[in-house]
């Protein structure tokens, strides 16, 4: 999906001679007719792997579970929420794998041990002089290495963020990925979503993004960092089209989102509808809590002003803090018209 404002390309497939409509940005771009995935230019682009993806059901059951599982008292919202948008989206990803290493310099402060003498007097007032040992700052040079080797993807897009893609992402698991074939997913008629970064692009960003873990590990541990050189090896680098789904769905004359990973089915972060009825219970538990954190106040004054008054004293400080813990949720939950769950 190209950014707002900006006018569609067309790219004409070389496979089967379509036109694609594309953005300005797009490099990688992905056939809606046939599915061939080439750059912009038409040249092939390597390892081309995917995830395979539920059908509509199986995302609606799956949605339908997560709502079941956080309704909490609104018990009519499984049967009540009405889906009215069930897309299934391919997003492109680029892994690879990055040998990284650095090496660095730096100090970092230390308590050294320094002798002093100081003067005495016994019992008898009389005076000597001891040796003791104290302590002062000091500076330790470091000199070091870090030593990596890891799994790092990028999300091959510039513009387009979706509601709950960055959580989706962290589930992507390249052990259950197949070999990239559009003919196993067409019928569900999902939407190919094009790459605005390149794998040389791809490539330069995940060396940066790996040097600044190395340097901010290193400097973790130093006063002062003076000098850090990493030096990666990119390898593997691989296009992935991962199957996101984005479920939309209307309760009680309101619409909700909830952002699913397409290969499992299951919800990774979803809006749950917080009802009226729900918000005006909730606002009258808020201010009973402002009368009982009002009441246990007194009762904890009054139990200083007693001769034995400690347990009148520690009564009245706990239904204190119940009182605020009750008024702080109970206010909390009647301003809200929705929660936010992970799946």
Same mark, same amino acid.
């Given at each position: 999906?190209?950014?707002?404002?900006?006018?569609?390309?067309?790219?004409?497939?070389?496979?089967?001679?379509?036109?694609?409509?594309?953005?300005?940005?797009?490099?990688?771009?992905?056939?809606?007719?046939?599915?061939?995935?080439? /750059? #912009?230019?038409? &040249?092939?682009?390597?390892?081309?792997?995917? +995830?395979?993806? $539920? =059908?509509? @059901?199986?995302?609606?059951?799956?949605?339908?579970?997560?709502?079941?599982?956080?309704?909490?008292?609104?018990?009519?919202?499984?049967?009540?929420?009405?889906?009215?948008?069930?897309?299934?989206?391919?997003?492109?990803?680029?892994?690879?794998?990055?040998?990284?290493?650095?090496?660095?310099?730096?100090?970092?402060?230390?308590?050294?041990?320094?002798?002093?003498?100081?003067?005495?007097?016994?019992?008898?007032?009389?005076?000597?002089?001891?040796?003791?040992?104290?302590?002062?700052?000091?500076?330790?040079?470091?000199?070091?290495?870090?030593h990596t080797d890891t799994d790092?993807?990028?999300?091959?897009?510039?513009?387009?963020r979706f509601y709950g893609l960055?959580?989706?992402?962290? /589930? #992507?698991?390249? &052990?259950?990925?197949?070999?990239?074939?559009? +003919?196993?997913? $067409? =019928?569900? @008629?999902?939407?190919?979503?094009?790459?605005?970064?390149?794998a040389e692009e791809f490539e330069?960003?995940?060396?940066?993004?790996?040097?600044?873990?190395?340097?901010?590990?290193?400097?973790?541990?130093?006063?002062?960092?003076?000098?850090?050189?990493?030096?990666?090896?990119?390898?593997?680098?691989?296009?992935?089209?991962?199957?996101?789904?984005?479920?939309?769905?209307?309760?009680?004359?309101?619409?909700?989102?909830?952002?699913?990973?397409?290969?499992?089915?299951?919800?990774?972060?979803?809006?749950?509808?917080?009802?009226?009825?729900?918000?005006?219970?909730?606002?009258?538990?808020?201010?009973?809590?402002?009368?009982?954190?009002?009441?246990?106040?007194?009762?904890?004054?009054?139990?200083?002003?007693?001769?034995?008054?400690?347990?009148?004293?520690?009564?009245?400080?706990?239904?204190?803090?119940?009182?605020?813990?009750?008024?702080?949720?109970?206010?909390?939950?009647?301003?809200?018209?929705?929660?936010?769950?992970?799946?």
């Amino acid at each position: 999906m190209s950014k707002e404002g900006q006018a569609a390309d067309m790219f004409k497939c070389p496979v089967c001679n379509g036109n694609v409509r594309t953005g300005p940005d797009d490099v990688v771009i992905t056939c809606t007719y046939c599915g061939n995935t080439t /750059t #912009i230019e038409g &040249k092939a682009i390597g390892d081309h792997l995917m +995830e395979m993806a $539920k =059908d509509a @059901q199986e995302r609606v059951d799956g949605f339908r579970k997560f709502l079941d599982k956080n309704k909490g008292m609104n018990k009519s919202l499984v049967q009540g929420a009405q889906v009215v948008e069930n897309n299934l989206i391919f997003v492109p990803v680029w892994t690879a794998k990055v040998k990284a290493d650095s090496w660095y310099k730096g100090y970092r402060t230390v308590q050294v041990p320094v002798q002093k003498t100081r003067t005495v007097k016994d019992s008898q007032g009389n005076s000597r002089t001891e040796n003791y040992t104290d302590y002062e700052p000091g500076y330790e040079p470091v000199q070091s290495e870090i030593h990596t080797d890891t799994d790092e993807r990028l999300l091959a897009r510039k513009g387009s963020r979706f509601y709950g893609l960055d959580e989706y992402l962290q /589930t #992507i698991d390249l &052990k259950d990925t197949v070999p990239y074939s559009f +003919e196993k997913v $067409k =019928d569900m @008629q999902p939407t190919m979503l094009n790459a605005e970064i390149g794998a040389e692009e791809f490539e330069k960003t995940v060396h940066g993004r790996v040097a600044d873990k190395h340097r901010s590990q290193a400097k973790s541990g130093l006063t002062e960092l003076f000098d850090c050189r990493t030096t990666t090896n990119v390898r593997g680098t691989t296009y992935l089209q991962a199957p996101f789904s984005l479920v939309r769905y209307k309760f009680q004359g309101e619409l909700y989102k909830c952002a699913l990973d397409g290969s499992t089915g299951k919800v990774v972060l979803g809006e749950i509808p917080v009802t009226k009825s729900q918000r005006m219970m909730w606002g009258i538990m808020g201010f009973f809590g402002i009368f009982l954190a009002g009441v246990g106040g007194e009762f904890a004054y009054l139990g200083t002003t007693l001769t034995d008054g400690t347990a009148v004293m520690i009564g009245g400080a706990i239904a204190a803090i119940v009182g605020v813990a009750l008024t702080f949720l109970g206010l909390r939950v009647l301003l809200m018209t929705q929660r936010e769950k992970k799946g």
